[in-house]
């Protein structure tokens, strides 16, 4: 999606970022979507209805209403925003199902979903606003549900997902997104807390042998990072660790592998992955194989 920063956008509009940023505040509209890095993206469409409706009605709010009005398309993050801004359930499950209808649901989970949450997200404020625990747990029921609608793993080999993010942290969500589109590509996961202690998680290895284990979330030290790994290690000690959303800080001497910051990327890592152990171990047995002799 084609995105502007807040004094691009404000240029285009004739106004102070400041301004643009009040009538985020008390109007839900232009509803930007979070970089990464926390900055704020307005949608390009937008603004252009936007500046077009204010040149027709030289009134805020009816500019406001009449962009909003003729801004009606495919799906956004920036209009299901809107919708957890008003609170609205119902406009919310239209919209992702108007996406369902366009998209995958992996780029529905990814260019729609969480992009509609992250709008809300603001990681340094001391609370959540009652938009973003709405969006947050409206995103976390959505996601449940297509996970339990996944069809039955494919593959053999599994992937952990330890999780270290705090209750309502957008870094849940999207460790919760990167689940979901592993098992919609047959691969069966497990996903747990780190606060599970060390002993008790490798009661529970076995029954997936993972080959891969994905860090995601920030809430927890290294030490108790490198406790739980050494946990997984020490039942099946050829298992590649990745790191999701900056899980591990980045010392340049850490053997963690980086998955990057968006779940449908981290997706086709691990896969590639999954698939060069499948291939290993396909080599290793055709060596194994005693040599035919002629007779």
Do not use: C
Not at 154 to 161: A, E, F, K, P
């Amino acid at each position: 999606m084609n995105g502007i920063r807040t004094n691009a956008a404000a240029v285009m509009l004739g106004v102070s970022p400041n301004t643009l940023r009040s009538w985020e505040r008390r109007y839900g509209f232009p509803r930007p979507r979070r970089t990464p890095g926390g900055h704020r993206q307005y949608a390009l469409g937008e603004i252009e209805s936007l500046r077009a409706t204010l040149a027709e009605t030289h009134n805020v709010s009816s500019a406001i209403a009449l962009a909003r009005q003729r801004g009606e398309g495919p799906s956004s993050g920036s209009r299901l925003a809107a919708a957890f801004a008003a609170f609205d359930e119902d406009k919310a499950n239209t919209l992702l199902e108007e996406s369902l209808a366009l998209r995958s649901v992996e780029r529905t989970v990814e260019e729609v979903l969480l992009e509609g949450v992250s709008a809300h997200a603001d990681e340094g404020a001391p609370t959540n606003t009652p938009e973003y625990e709405f969006a947050w747990r409206y995103a976390t029921g959505w996601l449940s549900a297509l996970k339990r609608l996944a069809p039955p793993a494919t593959r053999n080999t599994g992937v952990l997902v330890l999780d270290a993010s705090a209750p309502l942290e957008l870094d849940g969500l999207y460790a919760q997104s990167l689940e979901l589109m592993l098992r919609r590509a047959g691969v069966r996961t497990l996903s747990l807390s780190t606060a599970i202690t060390p002993t008790r998680l490798a009661r529970a290895l076995p029954a997936l042998d993972p080959k891969a284990v994905v860090l995601a979330g920030r809430s927890i030290s290294l030490d108790a990072l490198g406790r739980l790994v050494y946990s997984v290690r020490s039942v099946n000690n050829r298992a590649t660790i990745f790191d999701f959303r900056g899980a591990v800080p980045d010392t340049g001497a850490s053997t963690v592998r980086r998955l990057g910051t968006t779940p449908l990327a981290a997706r086709d890592v691990l896969l590639g992955r999954l698939e060069e152990i499948r291939v290993s171990r396909t080599t290793t047995s055709a060596s194994a194989l005693p040599a035919l002799t002629a007779r």
